[in-house]
């Protein structure tokens, strides 16, 4: 028997559970399926940092706030910034933005992922959105005008259209054949929290270093403000030694790292190490298909973006449909998918070129190049309009923004 809907989001990560979401209500008959549970967790406010944490914008604040998913972030945790430090371990080059420079409260909130995966889950259970648990995908061909998905399981779905939602690795991407451009970023990311004996003082801080740049991202418990989530860039022969410390010289390698900025590191919880990949789909759309988020594209972690591009993502295609919708146009048709393309896919391609040209920059070693990231990071911190539009941008407080996203 084959369960049929209008709209088949495959993967209920962050950016498909968003994506629901935002067609709730629509009259379209939508099915949100995962190869994991979908149940949400009790939340232990005592219970260790997650490893994996997002930089949250304010224009992913207010998408994840129009659809009722942010309440339950902030009941259960997330930690705001108000400031940016970046500073080059080579030199004496150096850049703070701050949220004051445009009369903003924060600059943005690091929040575990899991935390936000958890607010999102519960909205879904809360509205009629149809939920497909721990339904892997095995096969998917054309049938008709529709996509015919066949589950490990056995069971067979059934859309005129599919939005690819599940990941860098994506299997509908995959299976379906949609290309990519790639490469290999010859960087691992060690990702943990630590704890350090000065406060972080709401700033997002990061240095770079000669292997990589270096991340402390501010995390707030039970009112203490000395933790921070780290994401550390370095060679993969440099990072499996950094993996193979025990805890006490780990710390002490990274207080050297970080220069001593926040004092002492005093502990580390358990350590993550993740190659770093970029990838790119040539198109995101096809008939009766999108990509959104990291199964579209994956990008650099030093600027905590890949998350909000996903969000972008995810509430202009909602945007695009529901607007199609509205003027009895067939969803599934490309000319109607590319309209979501052709919003997302230059502000994506932009992010990701100036990501790489920046860490690009900040590794190259001959003197001039030292002398030119010096010179310029300099030059740049004493330009407040200049820092200002990036702060802007970066609080997606300008741009093409869908209206989920809109102040």
């Not at 779905?157 to 790639?182: F, K």
């Not at 499996?240 to 710390?251: G, I, N, Y």
């Not at 298909?289 to 973006?305: N, R, S």
């Amino acid at each position: 028997m084959e369960m049929r809907a209008d709209v088949l989001i495959v993967g209920a990560g962050m950016v498909g559970s968003a994506l629901a979401l935002a067609l709730q209500g629509s009259g379209l008959e939508v099915l949100l399926l995962d190869g994991g549970s979908l149940s949400v967790k009790p939340f232990d406010d005592q219970a260790p940092f997650e490893p994996r944490v997002s930089a949250l914008s304010a224009a992913s604040q207010r998408i994840l706030g129009r659809l009722g998913a942010w309440d339950g972030i902030a009941r259960r945790r997330s930690s705001p910034y108000c400031d940016m430090q970046v500073w080059d371990g080579s030199g004496t080059g150096q850049i703070h933005f701050s949220a004051s420079s445009v009369h903003a409260e924060v600059l943005g909130h690091i929040v575990e992922n899991r935390v936000v995966q958890d607010a999102l889950l519960e909205r879904l259970h809360e509205c009629d959105i149809g939920l497909l648990a721990n339904a892997r995908l095995e096969q998917m061909r054309r049938s008709g005008d529709d996509w015919l998905l066949t589950l490990a399981d056995g069971r067979q779905l059934r859309a005129p259209l599919v939005i690819a939602a599940d990941g860098a690795n994506s299997a509908v991407r995959r299976l379906t054949g949609c290309t990519t451009r790639e490469w290999d970023y010859l960087h691992h990311a060690i990702v943990t929290s630590v704890r350090s004996s000065q406060p972080h003082q709401l700033t997002a801080w990061q240095r770079f270093t000669d292997t990589g740049p270096l991340a402390f991202l501010p995390l707030v418990r039970d009112g203490q403000h000395d933790w921070c989530s780290i994401v550390w860039s370095t060679t993969p022969s440099e990072a499996e030694r950094l993996m193979a410390l025990d805890d006490e010289s780990f710390c002490a390698e990274l207080e050297r790292a970080f220069e001593g900025r926040l004092g002492s590191v005093i502990s580390a919880d358990p350590r993550l190490c993740v190659p770093l990949r970029q990838r790119h789909a040539k198109r995101y759309v096809a008939e009766g298909l999108a990509l959104i988020g990291d199964a579209a594209h994956t990008i650099h972690p030093l600027a905590g973006q890949g998350v909000n591009l996903g969000f972008l993502d995810a509430a202009v295609l909602a945007e695009v449909l529901l607007q199609a919708a509205s003027r009895g146009e067939r969803l599934a048709e490309v000319k109607v998918l590319s309209r979501f393309e052709r919003r997302r896919m230059p502000h994506n391609l932009a992010l990701m070129a100036a990501m790489e040209g920046f860490e690009r920059l900040f590794q190259a070693d001959p003197l001039p190049m030292r002398w030119l990231r010096n010179t310029g990071l300099k030059v740049i911190d004493q330009m407040p309009e200049a820092k200002a539009l990036f702060v802007r941008q970066a609080l997606g407080l300008s741009g093409d923004l869908p209206e989920l996203a809109r102040a």
